[in-house]
Structures are given as structure tokens and as C-alpha cells.
């Protein structure tokens, strides 16, 4: 008898900054996808949840894929991290852009600082400066 696969969240880190599917203002070096499964064909990897395919990536932009959550790592849930967060995943402005650029022209690298100046994660100040033109971060 197979035992039944247990979900668990897979980080696929990419080789280069990628448009976020779920938002076009973004660009991310990885994603994290729920998922049981996880199965190559020809030049693709397909991450599976219950027999529904829940992403499809080709190889060449992947750098790796690993278990994002196991046995004794937890997970902030979204309240969690909207509080720690309270500006995450509400769109960038150009007085936001603006200031962001001169903090970083101005010298300002730490993107914890950086982070807490926006009251967004550090991953989404990395993100947000590789859209800005400001390649070789993270």
C-alpha cells in the first residue's frame, strides 16, 4: 500500500530574477509553491498538489529546489509576517522608488535596514532594486 505524499512547501530558487506569474510588478530569484509532487519531463519540473499541476518551470532557469518547511522549522502565517510587514504586497510607488534609489545611492546596502525604513521584507527591497536596475543583489 503507497503511502499518501504529505504537502509541504518547496522553495525553487532561480539562476536569474524572473517575473512573479501573480504579480507583474515583481521580480523574484525564487518562489515558494505548495506541493506533494514533484516530476521532470524532458526539459521541465512540475510541482503537483493533490493530482493538480501547480507549476511548471523549464530546468535551465533553475538553481535549485529544496523543502521550504519540515519538522521543527515554523512558518509565519500571513498575519504574522503582515505584522512585522504592514506594507508587503501593496504596490510600489514612484515616491517609494524615488527614495529607495537614493537611500541606496546614498550608501544605504543593509536590506534589514532598508526593510524596516519600507515596512517591507528585506527579500521585497532585494527584488525591488533588481527591477530598478540594480543588478547583483542577494
Not at 522608488?97 to 517591507?120: C, I, M, N, S, W
Amino acid at each position: 500500500m503507497e503511502t499518501p505524499a504529505v504537502p509541504t512547501a518547496f522553495r525553487v530558487t532561480f539562476n536569474d530574477y524572473r517575473q512573479d506569474p501573480n504579480d507583474s510588478d515583481v521580480l523574484r530569484r525564487a518562489v515558494t509553491i505548495h506541493a506533494d509532487r514533484l516530476t521532470f519531463d524532458s526539459d521541465h519540473i512540475a510541482l503537483w498538489l493533490t493530482g493538480t499541476e501547480v507549476g511548471r518551470f523549464p530546468l535551465s532557469i533553475i538553481e535549485s529546489v529544496h523543502p521550504e518547511a519540515g519538522p521543527g522549522r515554523e512558518q509565519e502565517s500571513p498575519e504574522e509576517l503582515r505584522a512585522r510587514y504592514p506594507r508587503m504586497g501593496q504596490p510600489w510607488t514612484q515616491e517609494d522608488d524615488t527614495h529607495l534609489l537614493a537611500l541606496y545611492q546614498q550608501g544605504e546596502r543593509d536590506l534589514e535596514v532598508l526593510g524596516k525604513q519600507f515596512d517591507r521584507k528585506p527579500s521585497a527591497i532585494r527584488s525591488r532594486l533588481a527591477k530598478l536596475g540594480l543588478e547583483g543583489l542577494g
